[in-house]
């Protein structure tokens, strides 16, 4: 991100969950080297799901002193995880004990990281026990505010509202970028398609989701006719119908 002073901040969300999967895409991207020069401030972590946690030593590899920011909501065996420790059942392991900085956000606080840029925790029950979800925020200049997420177990409507109700500036929704989580598995619920309705209210001038938005999702957005992204489809993406593995989207 390019700040109002003209300097640059980069930071890392989540991990991936394959170890030598994300140590094959840090190369590809060079997150490698920035990791290693520092040039990567933080890493940032939703939540403690396996397909975002589970790669932390991968990060560590390069930086075990990295800053990490995570929840508040996190259980005891995810901060064990960050100081070095392999669980047998289910199969996760980090033999990089973290020896930075740890920040944890309180659910509900908003958490300013840098000017236009914040960061807030929801606390909420989450499959296979996991609790919380944080995620961020943008005031992007001339534009309004970009959401940025994980997995969005909270749902985009309430991050969205939590926007518009308490950061400066949320009146103004410009775009959000990450997982909805809406139908992840394959067909969506009907129960579901409220969300992807819902949306419209905000006015959002780009949706750049991805992960486990589900395509039948996408689909319905742009049959709406929602600002949809579209990606380019490579490295095992799903589809080019919305951004994926290696697409990068700009928000100015």
């Not at 390019?2 to 840090?26: P, R, S, V």
């Not at 060079?30 to 940032?44: A, N, R, V």
């Not at 403690?48 to 920011?69: A, F, R």
């Amino acid at each position: 991100m390019e700040a109002l002073d003209g300097t640059h901040h980069k930071f890392l969300i989540d991990t991936g969950w394959n170890k030598e999967y994300m140590d094959h895409c840090f190369k590809r991207e060079g997150i490698d080297k920035m990791l290693k020069s520092g040039e990567i401030e933080f890493l940032f972590i939703s939540h403690e799901h396996l397909d975002h946690y589970w790669g932390l030593e991968t990060v560590l590899k390069y930086n075990p002193k990295i800053k990490i920011i995570i929840p508040g909501t996190f259980y005891s065996e995810g901060r064990h995880f960050l100081r070095g420790a392999e669980f047998i059942t289910p199969q996760a392991s980090n033999r990089i004990p973290h020896q930075g900085k740890v920040v944890q956000l309180k659910p509900g606080h908003i958490n300013k990281l840098y000017d236009g840029c914040a960061g807030v925790a929801f606390d909420l029950p989450i499959v296979i026990r996991v609790r919380g979800e944080e995620s961020l925020y943008f005031n992007v200049k001339d534009k309004g505010i970009v959401c940025v997420t994980g997995c969005c177990h909270q749902s985009i409507l309430k991050f969205a509202d939590f926007a518009q109700e308490k950061i400066v500036g949320g009146d103004n929704m410009y775009g959000v970028y990450g997982g909805l989580h809406i139908a992840p598995f394959g067909p969506m619920n009907p129960k579901r398609e409220h969300i992807v309705k819902g949306m419209a209210k905000y006015n959002f001038k780009k949706i750049a989701c991805n992960h486990c938005t589900g395509l039948v999702a996408v689909q319905k957005m742009v049959e709406l006719g929602y600002p949809v992204v579209r990606g380019t489809g490579r490295y095992g993406s799903k589809s080019d119908l919305y951004v994926g593995n290696g697409d990068e989207v700009f928000f100015g």
